[in-house]
């Protein structure tokens, strides 16, 4: 398995809902990534896990809450967006001492 | 801090024509550099990747890219593209190896023309 899955693909939520993002890799790679990309925009990083701990914020606003139970599995929860957080989340992971990502398809997110 | 630099926001060609890419890092150490293509509504899909040795390092999809430590330039090359090319390309380096952050650069939009 050499892939980065991600779900749900598309996703509409009102400014009062909570959803989650959900993440998936089963290569071994120790270090997960969330990144926010908005259109014509290159990817912002957003969180880091490294060995399941929160490495990075990139001081994402806590409407954004990251976790990671296990080794290959990554969440985003999301709770009170505003439209403008209206993107495509991009998860990757990568292997500990082995430079470069592998990216997931993303989750078009769509906040009303 | 390091940077990477996308000279051409967009870059149109004919098809079966070459293309060049041009990317151009900031650095004052060992660096890690990659090629990232992403087609409409997906993720990015690595092109190719240069960690050390060779500096001419071949990709997917018949793309190849030079490493030019003098220069600090990573360009990516096609001698001949196809209508499927039609993508966004980011240039990207980090210089670690464990979690990372990645740099990327602003991207480049290649559009092929029949």
């Known amino acids: 398995d050499t892939e980065v899955t991600q779900t749900p693909k598309h996703l509409v939520m009102g400014m009062t809902n909570k959803k989650s993002l959900k993440c998936e890799q089963h290569m071994g790679h120790r270090a997960m990534y969330w990144y926010k990309q908005k259109a014509k925009k290159p990817p912002e990083l957003m969180f880091v896990y490294s060995y399941e701990k929160l490495s990075i914020n990139e001081s994402v606003p806590s409407r954004f809450s990251p976790e990671c139970p296990n080794s290959s599995l990554l969440n985003l929860h999301l709770h009170a967006l505003q439209p403008e957080d209206s993107a495509l989340y991009l998860c990757?992971?990568?292997?500990?001492?082995?430079?470069?990502?592998?990216f997931g398809s993303g989750t078009r997110l769509t906040v009303v | 801090a390091q940077s990477v630099t996308q000279l051409d926001s967009q870059v149109p060609v004919f098809e079966e024509a070459p293309v060049e890419l041009r990317c151009n890092y900031s650095s004052s150490v060992s660096v890690y550099l990659f090629w990232y293509v992403q087609y409409p509504n997906q993720g990015l899909q690595l092109l190719l990747k240069y960690l050390s040795g060779s500096t001419l390092v071949k990709g997917i999809n018949g793309f190849e890219a030079e490493f030019n430590k003098s220069q600090t330039s990573f360009h990516l090359r096609k001698p001949s593209v196809h209508i499927s090319d039609t993508a966004e390309y980011f240039c990207?380096?980090?210089?670690?190896?464990?979690?990372?952050?990645?740099?990327f650069g602003q991207g480049t939009r290649l559009t092929i023309n029949p």
């Open positions: 990757a992971s990568s292997h500990p001492g082995v430079p470069g990502y592998t």
């Open positions: 990207a380096g980090t210089r670690y190896q464990g979690a990372q952050k990645l740099v």
